[in-house]
């Protein structure tokens, strides 16, 4: 992977960041506090399974991974996706073909700026988030999807 990454470098811009520097949108819309709440739901569920946080929301201008973690020695790229209900679709059904091109280029980004990280086997995952009561319903697909190439 990473011989792909570095053809590609040429092509990726220095304009990526983390969590840290991004600011979080607006969050007077339903739809961002839901995500917002959502995305630490997610993270406490991953580090009660046993996943160390690297990262959070790293991005460019070309898409961005929400959560970049270990779960012993793989590296993950997750994907939160949480919703009000199931009704119409599940949260995981809508990482469509355009979304994972942009995840995988936010991680190819990541692994040229962490080459620390470079020998490590790699998967996409999804945790999907579906509000129940008080909480959610949380559900951890591993090895959701493949690299787009």
Do not use: Q, W
Not at 5 to 25: N, Y
Not at 67 to 86: C, D, P, Q, W, Y
Not at 127 to 143: K, M, N, P
């Amino acid at each position: 992977m990473l011989k792909k990454i570095l053809s590609i470098k040429d092509k990726l811009t220095k304009s990526c960041v983390d969590s840290k520097e991004v600011p979080r949108g607006n969050s007077k819309d339903p739809r961002h506090k839901l995500g917002i709440r959502g995305e630490e739901e997610a993270l406490k569920f991953l580090k009660k399974s046993g996943y160390k946080i690297i990262t959070r929301n790293h991005s460019c201008r070309f898409g961005e991974v929400d959560i970049i973690a270990t779960e012993g020695s793989v590296l993950a790229f997750i994907e939160v996706k949480a919703r009000k209900n199931a009704k119409h679709s599940r949260p995981e059904e809508a990482v469509n073909a355009r979304k994972i091109i942009r995840i995988t280029k936010a991680a190819e980004d990541f692994l040229m700026k962490n080459p620390t990280y470079a020998d490590y086997p790699a998967r996409f995952d999804i945790v999907g988030l579906v509000e129940s009561g008080d909480g959610f319903e949380v559900s951890l697909l591993r090895s959701a999807f493949d690299a787009a190439n």
